[in-house]
């Protein structure tokens, strides 16, 4: 998840910055859509089972860490959330900043899900779905995307990450520390997972702000976004899906070659 000093000083200052978003972003070419199985890196396929290690200590804990998790991200930490399960100490780290104790960790949240006075007038339709939980030598690791739109900016930019969390656990099975990587920042080739300095997270979600936020002409088929890295999307479609119809006119990419022969240069 997404830090809130960060986001808020980024939207704030963003549009003071010399960059004009064009009134229409089109999506990116290279998409990769999926029914049942993608070709991710090979943390990333989708799946909701929790996997054994024995190598974590016995977790004696009710409901254990998998359904808490399920749960609480199922409900964007709501009501829902568990203090019991995390320390008091428990840390969270992110590309862009870390983050102290539970209070401060729930606040953030609140924020990123556009709860209260400050996340109603940053964000709105804020998401996050939880693909799999499953644990390590550490503890554990769930991957998720996490989606939401900067009601702040002008052009109201819709931020999609896809990444990964990694938990540690005390000995009672008790969380105490959260390291979240995005997909398009921190994975690397042969899907391992590195630290990226803090102006890297800052020229990532730059970016996303103002070149990558998604508008389309017109209604688009349901998705959702299994991985969005830097270059493509992963995308997981309806599997009833057999007839798409557009009702929009119009889409900006290539617009002005549809409906006409490719012309090879050099011929005549």
Known sequence: MLSITSLVLFSLLLPCVSFSPPPSLSLRTNIHATIH???LPSNTQKSSESQGNPN???NTLSPPIP???QIEYASFFTRTYFPTHYTPSFTFTDPLSSITGIPSYISNINVIAGR????GALFEDSRILLHKVKRTDEGWETRWTLSTTVKALPWRPRLVFTGISRYGATDDGR???QA????NLNLMEGGVYVNKTRMEGVGTLVGMMG???KKVEGREVPYVTLFHGRD???REYPIDLEVIGVSYVRRDEAFERLGREWKVEGDG
Do not use: H, M, Q, S
């Open 211 to 213: 070149g990558e936020g």
């Open 232 to 234: 493509y999307d992963v």
């Open 180 to 183: 979240d990587y995005w997909d």
């Open 56 to 58: 974590v200590a016995t």
């Open 67 to 69: 359904k808490v998790l």
């Open 175 to 177: 969380l105490n520390t």
């Open 37 to 39: 199985k993608t070709n």
């Open 116 to 119: 209260g006075i400050l996340g």
